[in-house]
């Protein structure tokens, strides 16, 4: 049996980015069981998702109806970006490897696969920047890819999550959404942090950007999905999500 899963979330507007993120996935690494979760169950049924997951699990929204998104934007997308808090839950593994949909996997990705002694294993936010309301932390991760050890799985660790989700959830940017409850977490319970290399999370909000790209191994689209529809001349970085298979 494996001893890590591969967790995704995802809907209808990114089962097709979760589907190319998967198959890249398995072109480059070792096959490991998939856990997918959604909100909409309808979106679980996809029959290849269906063929591919070992476990598909709704998530019970109504647990999340307290929770606010940005106090200034109320924005229902990014509100449901706390549903991420789930890849936390024990799926009976002793790591679970959450990527976030519109991630594509370049090259192996061993660091992920292989035992680590940290709770948490994720990597920098390279975009980071401190505003006046945020200033961040020492180690301000990106929630895109995460390693999430037994010992922080189950529902305290959602809980705690949820706590600061309702009770601080900043104004905007990045003191808010689940990567600043991640990392407002990650603080305030001093979790066992090790942090992956560039290479494992390599952000990307301007797509005419390819430096990084030579030893990359998992890209992060951070900017417009290359699955949506685009008129106009794309970017190699968009090319590769069709041409890297």
């Known amino acids: 049996m494996s001893r890590s899963c591969l967790v995704v979330l995802t809907d209808n507007l990114y089962i097709p980015g979760t589907l190319r993120l998967l198959e890249s996935w398995q072109q480059h690494n070792p096959v490991l069981p998939i856990v997918a979760l959604s909100r909409d169950a309808r979106v679980l049924e996809d029959s290849y998702l269906a063929r591919l997951a070992s476990q598909r699990h709704r998530i019970e929204t109504n647990s999340y109806a307290d929770i ?19 890849a936390f839950a024990d799926f009976g593994f002793e790591r679970n ?14 660091l992920l696969i292989g035992s680590s002694p940290h709770a948490l294993l994720a990597a920098l936010d390279t975009g980071f920047k401190s505003t006046r309301g945020y200033k961040g932390h020492p180690n301000e991760i990106n929630s895109g890819v995460l390693s999430i050890h037994k010992s922080i799985q189950g529902p305290q660790t959602i809980e705690q999550l949820k706590i ?11 003191n808010s959404g689940d990567q600043g409850i991640l990392n407002k977490w990650i603080h305030r319970h001093k979790i066992d942090l090790g942090v992956l290399p560039p290479e494992y999370n390599l952000i990307k909000k301007d797509y005419a950007d390819t430096s990084g790209l030579t030893d990359c191994r998992l890209l992060h689209y951070c900017d417009r999905k290359p699955w949506f529809p685009q008129t106009g001349e794309r970017s190699k970085i968009e090319d590769l999500w069709n041409t890297s298979r």
Do not use: M, Q, V
Not at 68 to 86: I, N
């Open 164 to 174: 600061i989700a309702r009770d601080n959830p900043g104004r905007s940017g990045y």
């Open 68 to 86: 606010s998104p940005y106090k200034k934007s109320r924005s229902k997308r990014h509100a449901e970006t706390f549903y991420k808090f789930e």
């Open 97 to 110: 490897i959450y990527l976030d949909s519109d991630i594509l996997c370049l090259r192996p990705a061993p």
